[in-house]
């Protein structure tokens, strides 16, 4: 890995001068595309690992990627339609809206995702 290393931390410093650029521009948002970079590299790097070094852990680092996966797409719909959901939990008895709040689900699936990937 140490010849990558060069190359992953030049990705890295990319990303970050393109989110300081970003925020400078929206906050809100930048902190999202950035929060969606720093994953995609993570998931790359993670392939390359399972793929060439350690290919019988697939199914664990795979798993991991789709719980986290799962829970950035519930966060970006909840950032997308927060007020129209909003509208409706407000009609919905409480246990049913609190199962809808999905920056919470968010926030649930990520550590999960996270937890599997430090196993694998």
């Known amino acids: 890995f140490r010849g990558k290393n060069c190359i992953f931390q030049s990705k890295m410093m990319i990303i970050l001068k393109r989110g300081i650029l970003y925020s400078t521009v929206e906050p809100c948002y930048s902190f999202q595309v950035m929060y969606g970079m720093l994953v995609a590299c993570l998931v ?3 392939i390359y ?11 664990l680092a795979y798993t991991s990627l789709g719980v986290f996966m799962m829970g950035f797409v519930l966060w ?3 950032n997308i339609f927060c007020d129209t959901w909003r509208g409706i939990r407000e009609k919905m ?10 920056h919470a689900w968010w926030h649930i699936l990520t550590g999960l995702g996270s937890y599997l990937h430090i196993l694998f």
Do not use: C, I, M
């Open 49 to 59: 690992v399972v793929t060439w070094v350690y290919p019988w852990l697939q199914p």
């Open 44 to 46: 790359l790097r993670s």
């Open 93 to 102: 008895p409480p246990v049913l809206g609190a199962v809808t709040q999905f």
């Open 76 to 78: 970006n719909v909840d």
